[in-house]
């Protein structure tokens, strides 16, 4: 007889493991197939109603509102910002544009304050540079000045020769040779107003130089400055542009 019992409890106690083990299984499968039909992640926000609203993919009630972007375990993964509209978004793609050339010009400020240091460490370099820049310009514009004296004593004698037809047609040859010289002397007038022109842009150009390499020289760090004031003419106002004082265009021979 308790040979028997002994058997039966073996029995029970078997019955008993195998359904807790069948027990465990289903639990696990079960866990598995809610893991593997729950959403990756979860997007959620409040509506223009004032309603919350859930979703597994982005909510279009909320393309204009925050939505945030859940893991599963309910933290926050992303927040995903408003929609912009095309205005909008106009808006901010000018917005981005005006700092990239703000930025452009600050760095293009650096590099040109940098290189100007270098080109003249000292105030006499940067003197003898304006002394050699305008060396050229004002002997051409000396030449230019003894060629129309030439021209004021060529036109003397043709003028007193004219007196003899006062009221009458002057000869052709010298009606041509008088327009040929007021011609002549009216370009050189003419040549010399630009050079002159040129001569003011270029010590301007150099004043506006000198100014800011002073404050260079004095610790001032490159591009802390502001843009490098237009130098094309005398006063101007300032400019983005770089500065250049080479030798000018116009010093040509007349």
């Known amino acids: 007889m308790a040979s028997d019992r002994n058997v039966s409890s073996r029995a029970q106690l078997g019955r008993i493991v195998a359904a807790m083990a069948f027990a465990l299984v289903g639990t696990a499968t079960l866990n598995e197939a809610t893991a593997q039909s729950a959403p990756a992640h979860i997007y959620t926000c409040v509506d223009a109603n004032g309603k919350r609203l859930t979703s597994d993919r982005p909510i279009p009630e909320c393309t204009a509102r925050e939505q945030r972007v859940l893991n ?72 230019s000045q003894k060629r129309l004296e030439l021209l004021a004593a060529d036109r003397k004698p043709l003028l007193e020769e004219a007196e003899f037809y ?74 983005p542009g770089p500065t250049t004082a080479a030798k000018p265009a116009s010093a040509t021979k007349p």
């Open 72 to 143: 599963a375990d309910g933290s926050v993964k992303k927040v995903v910002p408003p929609t912009l509209t095309a205005e909008e978004l106009a808006e901010q793609e000018a917005r981005e544009h005006e700092r990239q050339i703000k930025r452009v010009a600050e760095l293009d400020a650096v590099r040109r304050d940098r290189n100007l240091r270098a080109r003249y460490p000292t105030e006499a370099s940067h003197k003898k540079a304006r002394q050699a820049a305008l060396e050229d310009l004002s002997r051409t514009m000396e030449r």
């Open 166 to 239: 006062t009221g009458r047609q002057l000869p052709p040859q010298l009606k041509q040779q008088l327009e040929g010289n007021e011609t002549t002397a009216t370009a050189l007038r003419e040549l010399i107003q630009n050079q002159q022109a040129e001569m003011q842009r270029i010590n301007a150009a150099f004043d506006i130089e000198l100014k800011r390499l002073r404050a260079l020289w004095s610790g001032a760090p490159p591009g802390s400055l502001g843009p490098m004031a237009d130098s094309t003419l005398p006063g101007a106002t300032a400019s």
